[in-house]
Structures are given as structure tokens and as C-alpha cells.
């Protein structure tokens, strides 16, 4: 069965980084057949696709972050992660971990979710 | 704002059938496949619809898609109080080279 967790601190202050950590079990993080994603929600903006991570090791990001951000993933803990830098209050979202399956159109799988919200 | 555009809400009565509709443009919806996204309180998202009308296993077959241009509905039949949440189309966006969302549709069974 296929379980993805987000975890990472809930709170962040503004112009620091956002770090979040998406635990994968159940599947091969390493597998050609998937990528991981990172969505987020807002009240303001809805969903919002941040970036996808290939296994070639190759990544593609959302044109208004994509100086900030960086998803990477670690083979030897089956993690992902994502790290967002300078944040500001619009950064304050639901951040989703999801797999992506070409199979199926995009994602598959998604995790619950974890708010995190950029205060000081 | 989002890219593709959903009602805000739909309500119908119990063994029903209702439909969600979402629209986009030619660089989303018009030219490349929808999915749509379960979201129910308390849950992870779940993937109900690939490919504007596929089933994924373990999904019933009570939920449907269809597209026609670039709009593509959801449609769920025998609605049950279990079906309340709200329910997101994506699809890839050839401008953005990413992929877009609809703002979700908040599903009520009256």
C-alpha cells in the first residue's frame, strides 16, 4: 500500500526557508516508472503545482518559484523533500507530497497534507 | 485564481446524479488529458478519474468523465453521504509547462 507523510515545522519566518520532508512507503522511490511532486493549496490560489522530481535526477518547477525552490530526493531514506527559500505570507499553504505516474496522467497518490504558515 | 474554472459547489439529494463541470483553454484542457482529484474531509486526495474518463482500480463505477472541446465534466450517479468533499480537475498546461488545477467543486448530498 502506497503511504506518503509530509512532516516539517508549521511555523516559518519570512524570509527564511521552508523545509518539508515527504516520507514514501509501500513503492520504490527510486523506481523509473513514478516522479514525486510537490502541490500546494491556498486559500487565495487554490492548488498549485510547485515542482516534480525525475528519477533521471532532473526536476522541473512552476515558473514563480522556481528561483526559490529546490525538491530532491534521498534513495537511501525513500524521502523527498522540498525546500522553499525567502518565504513571504503568501507562501503559507497546504503543502501536498504526490507521485507521478505517466501511466495515469500525472498524479496518483497524494499525501494528507501539512499546513505551514510563514509568520514572524 | 485558478487556471480552470469549477463551480464553487453542487448539491443534489441521496441516489442522485450530479455532474461537476470544469473548463480551461486550448493550452490546457483543449490539448492534453484531465484528471480528477476526490478530496474528502480528514483524507488525502484521491486520484477518481485519469485520462478525462478512465477509472483507476477500486474505484466505482458510479463516477464518470467526459470531455468535449475544452471542457470536461465529472459526473457521479447514486450519490451517497459518503461522496461530500470537494472534487478538483488538473490537467498539464502546455503554456505554463506545468500542470493546472480547477478551484474545486464543494460536493453536498442534501
Known amino acids: 500500500q502506497v503511504r506518503l507523510q509530509e512532516s516539517g515545522p508549521g511555523l516559518v519566518q519570512p524570509s527564511e526557508t521552508l523545509s518539508l520532508t515527504c516520507s514514501v512507503s509501500g513503492v520504490s522511490i527510486s523506481s523509473g516508472n513514478y516522479y514525486w511532486v510537490w502541490i500546494r493549496q491556498t486559500p487565495g490560489k487554490g492548488l498549485e503545482w510547485i515542482g516534480s522530481?525525475?528519477?533521471?535526477?532532473?526536476?522541473s518547477y512552476t515558473p514563480s518559484v522556481k528561483s526559490r525552490v529546490t525538491i530532491s530526493v534521498d534513495t537511501s531514506k525513500s524521502q523527498v523533500s522540498l525546500k522553499l527559500s525567502s518565504v513571504t505570507a503568501a507562501d503559507t499553504a497546504v503543502y501536498f507530497c504526490a507521485r507521478g505516474r505517466d501511466g495515469y496522467n500525472g498524479v496518483d497518490y497524494w499525501g494528507q497534507g501539512t499546513l505551514v504558515s510563514v509568520t514572524s | 485564481q485558478s487556471v480552470l474554472t469549477q463551480p464553487p459547489s453542487v448539491s443534489e439529494a441521496p441516489r442522485q446524479r450530479v455532474t461537476i463541470s470544469c473548463s480551461g483553454s486550448t493550452s490546457n484542457i483543449g490539448n492534453n488529458a484531465v484528471n480528477w482529484y476526490q478530496h474528502l474531509p480528514g483524507k488525502a486526495p484521491k486520484l477518481l478519474i485519469y485520462?478525462?474518463?478512465l477509472l483507476p482500480p477500486g474505484v466505482s463505477g458510479r463516477f464518470s468523465g467526459s470531455k468535449s472541446g475544452t471542457s470536461v465534466s465529472l459526473a457521479i450517479s447514486g450519490l451517497q453521504s459518503e461522496d461530500e468533499g470537494v472534487y478538483y480537475c488538473?490537467?498539464?498546461?502546455?503554456?505554463?509547462?506545468?500542470?493546472?488545477f480547477g478551484g474545486g467543486t464543494k460536493l453536498t448530498v442534501l
Open positions: 522530481f525525475f528519477y533521471t535526477g532532473s526536476a
Open positions: 485520462f478525462d474518463g
Open positions: 488538473a490537467s498539464w498546461d502546455d503554456s505554463l509547462n506545468g500542470w493546472v
